[in-house]
C-alpha cells in the first residue's frame, strides 16, 4: 500500500446526487431534469395511489357489491363438547364465567361469547356468557345446570 493507491473502504463513500436547478452552466438547470409541463414537473406533485395515466382505474371499473353492516357483533363460538372436555380435564368444576374462558384462552376480553349445542354436556355446569343457542340452553339445563345471559 503506498500514497498512489490508497482508497476508501467500499461503502464507506456515497456518491452525491444531482445538484439541479443551479443555472444553466450546469447542464442541469431550466427545467432541473423535470421535462415541460405536466403534473410531473409541478412542486408538491404526488401520485395517487391506483393511478393508472389518466386511464379509468381498477377501484373505478371493477363494480361494487355486498353490504358491510356495520353494527353487527360477532361472537366466539364454544360448543357444549368444549365444556365438557374442560370439566374432564379439570380445568373448570362447577361454574364457566367469561372471566375463566378467558384465563383458559378460549376467548379473548373484548370478545361476546355464545355457547353452541354441539355436543353432549353430562355435568351439572352454572354458565354465564353473553348469549345461548336454543338447543344449548336446553342441554344445559337438562344435565342439571343453569344457563345465565350476561
Avoid at 355435568?123 to 340452553?137: G, I, N, P, Q
Amino acid at each position: 500500500m503506498d500514497l498512489n493507491n490508497l482508497k476508501p473502504a467500499d461503502g464507506a463513500v456515497h456518491k452525491e446526487g444531482k445538484r439541479v436547478g443551479r443555472g444553466e452552466g450546469s447542464g442541469k438547470g431550466g427545467t432541473s431534469t423535470r421535462g415541460h409541463k405536466g403534473a410531473k414537473s409541478r412542486s408538491g406533485y404526488s401520485k395517487k395511489i391506483g393511478f393508472e395515466g389518466g386511464q379509468m382505474p381498477l377501484q373505478r371499473r371493477v363494480p361494487k357489491f355486498g353490504f358491510k353492516n356495520i353494527n353487527r357483533k360477532e361472537y366466539r363460538g364454544i360448543n357444549l363438547a368444549k365444556l365438557q372436555e374442560l370439566v374432564d380435564n379439570g380445568v373448570i368444576k362447577n361454574e364457566v364465567t367469561f372471566e375463566g374462558l378467558v384465563e383458559s384462552g378460549l376467548a379473548h376480553k373484548n370478545d361476546l361469547v355464545k355457547i353452541l349445542g354441539n355436543g353432549e354436556l353430562k355435568a351439572s355446569l352454572k354458565v354465564s356468557v353473553h348469549k345461548f343457542t336454543a338447543s344449548a340452553k336446553a342441554a344445559i339445563e337438562a344435565a342439571g345446570g343453569e344457563a345465565i345471559s350476561l
